[in-house]
């Protein structure tokens, strides 16, 4: 019986490392996406910029000559 108890603990023991383990790699993994999602967002931000600067409406788009001069 305490063999049977001892070893119990151990599994339990052993489960809760596994576990313990997983979280902090996810934590890690959700650590990235975010900073990846503020990398991305900053790109979509000067991106938006940039296209600012051009003119694509559709009578532009239609008749590029007259929007260029």
Request: hydrophobic letters at 40%.
């Amino acid at each position: 019986m305490i063999e049977e108890v001892s070893d119990i603990g151990r599994k339990t023991a052993d489960e809760s490392g596994r576990a313990s383990a997983a979280a902090q790699q996810q934590a890690a993994s959700m650590t990235q996406v975010s900073d990846n999602v503020e990398s991305l967002s900053g790109r979509a931000k000067q991106l938006r910029e940039l296209l600012s600067t051009f003119d694509v409406s559709e009578s532009a788009l239609l008749n590029p000559q007259k929007a260029a001069g």
